[in-house]
């Protein structure tokens, strides 16, 4: 079991940024993938961003791709997603989220553990 605990969400204006982290209390996760979702009401999860295992590999949506980061820093089991230049429509509750393999795409499916999720809320 891994326990996924984000932090960072708060309120910002058109054109602001946020650094969302999450924090895996869970050593072995540094051997697994990880991503972060977004989810509005209404819709399903959203992948934003992903990175592998040794944070070699990483993939962005096309929706987010320029303004959004996602690092990794297996000393401190955590992952971070960097947010510029939001925009109102990227209001949503952000979800941090492990797999089970090295590499895991943009799917849903792909993700076993799940945090809590954390909300962002861009005002135009």
């Known amino acids: 079991q891994v326990h996924l605990v984000e932090s960072g969400g708060g309120s910002v204006q058109d054109g602001g940024s946020l650094r969302l982290s999450c924090v895996a209390a869970?050593?072995?996760?540094?051997?697994?993938?990880m991503a972060w979702f977004r989810q509005v009401p209404g819709k399903g999860r959203e992948g934003i961003a992903g990175?592998?295992?040794?944070?070699?590999?990483?993939w962005h949506a096309d929706a987010v791709s320029g303004r959004f980061t996602i690092s990794r820093d297996k000393t401190k089991n955590t992952v971070a997603l960097e947010m510029t230049v939001l925009k109102p429509d990227d209001t949503a509750t952000y979800y941090c989220?492990?797999?089970?393999?090295?590499?895991?795409?943009?799917?849903?499916?792909?993700?076993?553990?799940w945090g809590q999720g954390t909300q962002v809320t861009v005002s135009s």
């Open positions: 989220a492990a797999g089970t393999k090295r590499f895991c795409d943009a799917r849903e499916s792909e993700y076993v553990y």
């Open positions: 869970d050593e072995t996760h540094s051997d697994h993938c």
């Open positions: 990175i592998s295992a040794d944070g070699g590999l990483k």
